[in-house]
């Protein structure tokens, strides 16, 4: 099993930055998949940004520019630093981890707990 433990989140004003963090711990062989995800009163939850293998990244075209995904190897972290944001950028931000725990299990999904951000001046 795996838990996610978000945090970093908070009110900002606009044009402020903030920095999520998602940390994995638990039995963990190996990770494919970190990804930020939100959402906002009344609407999906959409993907912001995603690293996989931990090379490949991927932006919601909404955050692009404004948006870094990164991930700590050592300590099984995924980070979301956000700057330029916006009032659009508020909603409950959730962290979803794909992992297994070991060579020869598939790999399952994972999702923390949302850390909320509020974009308000």
């Known amino acids: 099993q795996v838990q996610l433990v978000e945090s970093g989140g908070g009110l900002v004003q606009p044009g402020g930055s903030l920095r999520l963090s998602c940390a994995a711990s638990?039995?963990?062989?190996?990770?494919?998949?970190m990804g930020w995800y939100r959402q906002a009163p009344g609407k999906e939850r959409e993907l912001v940004a995603s690293?996989?293998?931990?090379?490949?990244?991927h932006y919601a075209d909404s955050v692009k520019g404004r948006f870094t995904i990164s991930r700590d190897n050592a300590t099984n972290t995924t980070y979301l630093q956000m700057n330029s944001l916006k009032p659009e950028d508020a909603a409950v931000y959730y962290c979803?981890?794909?992992?297994?725990?070991?060579?020869?299990?598939?790999?399952?999904?994972?999702w923390g707990q949302g850390t909320q951000v509020t974009v308000a001046s």
């Open positions: 638990g039995t963990i062989f190996s990770i494919n998949f």
């Open positions: 979803k981890v794909s992992s297994r725990s070991s060579r020869v299990w598939n790999y399952n999904d994972y």
């Open positions: 690293i996989t293998n931990g090379v490949t990244t």
